[in-house]
C-alpha cells in the first residue's frame, strides 16, 4: 500500500532516507550519505510536506511496514541547463529495503510518483542513476515504456584524486 508521508512522518523518512543514501554511496561517492546530504533531503522533505515546493514523498507500506521510499518534485534550484526552477520534476530516490526487493514496490512507487507530478502540472520528470548502479539500470531499462521514459546520458562524473 503506498502512502504519503506528511511532517509528522519525518522519522520514517529519515529512517529510510538515510539507508538509501548509505546504499547509493556504493555507486555513487559523491551523493553518499552524510549529515549534510541528510539534512538537504531533509530540507527538500519539509518543503514538500509544506507546500512550499509541489512534490511529495511516499512509502510502500508491507503487512504495516514502510519498507520503501519515493521523494519527487520541483527544486528550488535548476536541475537542468535549458529548464528555471520548477519546470522539471526531480525523482529525487527510489530505495526499498533489501530484504523487499524483486517485489515491484519501486516500480509501483515510481509510477505512482510519476502520476502525481503529471497532475502537478509538471510536463517533465527526471533522475539520475549512477552508471555503477546495476540494480537501479536494470529497473530503468525494463520498466521504462511503464514509466514512459527515456534513457539519456545527462552527465559525466570525474572523480579526481582517485585518479592512479
Known amino acids: 500500500m503506498i502512502r504519503q508521508l506528511t511532517g509528522t512522518d519525518r522519522g520514517t523518512f529519515v529512517r529510510l532516507w538515510k ?17 549534510h546530504s541528510l539534512s538537504f533531503f531533509s530540507d527538500i522533505f519539509h518543503a514538500y510536506t ?8 511516499w512509502t510502500f507500506a508491507d503487512d504495516g511496514q514502510d519498507v520503501a521510499i519515493a521523494m519527487a518534485g520541483e527544486s ?19 530505495y526499498t ?14 509510477i505512482y510518483s510519476r502520476e502525481v507530478m503529471k497532475k502537478l ?11 555503477d548502479n546495476e540494480a537501479a539500470i536494470k529497473l530503468m531499462d525494463s520498466k521504462a515504456p511503464d514509466f ?5 546520458i545527462v552527465r559525466y562524473i570525474m572523480y579526481l584524486g582517485s585518479i592512479q
Open 50 to 57: 509544506e507546500n512550499y515546493l509541489r512534490g511529495g514523498c
Open 121 to 131: 502540472g509538471f510536463d517533465t520528470y527526471m533522475t539520475e542513476v549512477g552508471a
Open 97 to 110: 529495503l533489501p530484504a523487499y526487493r524483486s517485489l515491484g514496490y519501486s516500480t509501483q512507487l515510481a
Open 76 to 94: 528550488s534550484d535548476k536541475i537542468a541547463w535549458h529548464n528555471r526552477a520548477g519546470d522539471m520534476a526531480q525523482l529525487w530516490g527510489l
Open 148 to 152: 514512459g521514459a527515456s534513457k539519456s
Open 19 to 35: 539507508d538509501a543514501l548509505i546504499d547509493i554511496e556504493k555507486y555513487n561517492p559523491l551523493m553518499g550519505y552524510d549529515i
